[in-house]
């Protein structure tokens, strides 16, 4: 309990530093419209918690954004491995690559508005957002896989499976950990930036707009603390579930 209460202190105080200064700067501006205060935005988010309507738009949203990042983190590592495997997938694979990191997610939104209903949209910029983080990460992981180890297990006559649990996971998986710290990120801002644009019935997206339109700004930051929470919470989930599952292979 004591190391907990360590670790958490500092947290802890620099929030309430933060939250001070909030509170003095909206006292500072006096006006609801351009920061309301603190306590204003937690009674609206507290207002929020027992209403249907944010529980299905956070269903809504997070199936899709969190669909979108499994389904990124499937495809890029089955196009890690094989570009890892055969150099022409990599070449061909790279200026796709390259582009998808490069674009701005406006205009990705913007085009697949063309093509993709706007239910989905968010799943679609989310997965996007993923496929290359993910792809990058897991390729240098795999080309900095020890030479030595490979040799020593040449030496030995140790069978693929027995190098891909041994030798590639062992050596891949922190290269996995930090892509998938740095795509869930990303595909949260993403995917809700999606929803504001294409503004599909029912979605958090749809809220956020919804509260820009009427001037509903302590709302409009309650769903922004929504936003956040759903993101640390599933990162949260899914980066503890990666931790587990990686001391798990250390002890084979």
Partial sequence: ???????????????????????????RLDAEILLPAPHVVFRRFCALLVTAELWTAVLFSFVRIAGGFLL???CGASAAALSARFRPVKEFLSPAMALIKASPVASFTILLLTWVPSRNLSAVIAFLMTLPVIYTNLLAGIS????????????????RLGRLRCIYLSQVLPFLRS????????CWKAGVAAEVIGIPAGSIGERLYESKIYYDIPGLFAWTVVIILMSLLFGRIFLGLLDSAMRAIERM
Avoid: H, I, N
């Fill in 1 to 27: 309990m004591q190391k907990f209460y360590r670790r958490s202190a500092p947290v802890l105080l620099s929030l309430a530093v933060w939250l001070l200064l909030w509170q003095m700067l909206s006292l």
């Fill in 144 to 159: 900095a896989t020890d030479p030595l180890l490979l040799e020593m297990a040449d030496l030995f006559g140790v069978g």
């Fill in 72 to 74: 990124g983190l499937l």
């Fill in 179 to 186: 892509g998938c710290g740095l795509a869930l990120g990303l």
